[in-house]
């Protein structure tokens, strides 16, 4: 380009950087250069670190635990393949800061307890502890946590090893296990199957996954930890018979009123042993799969939303089934009946929104019913 169609601004803008760099003493001149070679080498460095974590001599890399190695800002430099088969569909580890990514299912002060752990030495650089990952579209998962220096004999280290642990099939066994039992047992005293608690689990998480595709404002409480939760406890709503004796819960035709009253206590029975289930939607269930949508259920005559929505899912689910059964006061009832019973309930024994979602999915209860009949 000729000098000439050079613009007049810019020409004085180059001659007055010119001569601001002329003015400049040497050490200025130094001091502009080292936080450019500084820059510089930093990025080298990082670059050198990303390569080495990723070579096959580093031992993390198809380690079965899953691993992150973070530097001292926090920054996340690698996280191996398990890391990422774990955290998928929760957090995306590429170029973030760890607090960035875990900030929030720490919390404040566990996070303030990891930076201080990294930057001061707490505990010479060692952290140790637990936490909740959720997401609405995954079953949360319970990881334990471990962090500490890459290398071990040095004494200010720059990067850290995040090591996890997942115990979350681990915990829930423990806690199922036991509840598990109750079952078993309140199963020698009822007459009802195990394939009418199976059948009840299999409903309730049915229609618990139609509400969370339908999207409907009303019903957002639903995630992934509702339906897995559903899909065990809607089993334990009759748990409470346990407590209700033998000749009442097994007697051969209609009981009389004061049996009635007897038999209604198994759902203050239930909700008393399950209070201890972490999740309270273990006593909720217990406590009002009998109550109704208009307010003449039992034992506290509760009514529409009053009533715990997984409550009123599992009433649905049991309705069906105990239609469906023979018993020995009544014959079994065909799909096409049972339907159009359930389609008169609405408004007055069940949810009327349950009921528009289950007349969508009526062919799915069903085959539910055919593949897991009483043998």
């Keep these: 380009m000729n000098n000439d169609m ?35 080498d930093e990025q080298h460095d990082e670059t050198n670190k990303i390569k080495q974590f990723t070579s096959s001599a580093n031992p993390y890399l198809e380690s079965f635990f899953p691993v992150l190695f973070i530097d001292k800002n926090m920054k996340i430099l690698f996280s191996n393949k398990a890391c990422h088969n774990l955290f998928t569909g929760f957090f995306d580890l590429s170029g973030k800061y760890f607090i960035d990514v875990f900030g929030k299912s720490f919390g404040i002060e ?61 915990n829930k066994k423990m806690t199922r296990s036991t509840f598990m039992s109750l079952l ?6 009822d007459n009802d199957t195990g394939f009418h608690i199976l059948r009840v689990n299999f409903y309730s998480k049915r229609l618990a996954e139609e509400l969370f595709t339908s999207k409907n404002p009303k019903y957002n409480r639903i995630d992934a930890d509702f339906i897995d939760n559903i899909g065990f406890l809607a089993s334990m709503h009759d748990v409470g018979k346990i407590g209700t004796p033998d000749d009442i819960l097994n007697k051969e035709g209609p009981l009389s009123d004061w049996e009635w009253t007897v038999m209604r206590e198994h759902t203050k029975n239930g909700a008393f042993i399950l209070s201890t289930y972490p999740n309270p939607m273990a006593k ?59 389609i008169e309930g609405s408004e007055t024994h069940f949810d009327p929104f349950l009921i528009n979602v289950f007349s969508n999915i009526h062919k799915d209860f069903s085959r539910i019913f055919e593949d897991n009949l009483d043998r």
Excluded: C
Excluded at 9 to 35: H, R
Excluded at 114 to 138: A, C, L, P, Q, Y
């Design 6 to 40: 050079v613009p007049e601004t810019q020409e004085n803008g180059q001659i007055e950087e010119i001569q601001s760099l002329e003015t400049m003493d040497n050490d200025e001149v130094i001091e502009v250069v080292d936080l450019d070679d500084e820059f510089k």
């Design 184 to 189: 078993e047992a309140s199963k020698l005293k």
């Design 284 to 342: 909720e269930i217990a406590l009002s799969h009998h109550e109704r949508w208009d307010g003449s259920g039992y034992p506290y005559q509760l009514s529409e939303e009053m009533i715990p929505l997984a409550a009123r899912i599992v009433t649905v689910a049991d309705v069906y089934d105990a239609l469906r059964m023979e018993r020995s006061y009544k014959p079994a009832m065909d799909h096409k009946t049972t339907y159009n019973k359930m």
């Design 110 to 170: 566990e996070i303030r307890n990891i930076h201080h752990t990294i930057t001061e030495g707490k505990n010479g650089h060692f952290w140790k502890g637990e936490v909740k990952i959720k997401s609405r579209d995954m079953v949360s998962v319970q990881i334990k946590v471990y962090i500490f220096p890459a290398g071990l004999d040095i004494k200010q280290p720059t990067e850290f090893i995040v090591m996890f642990d997942n115990v979350t099939e681990e």
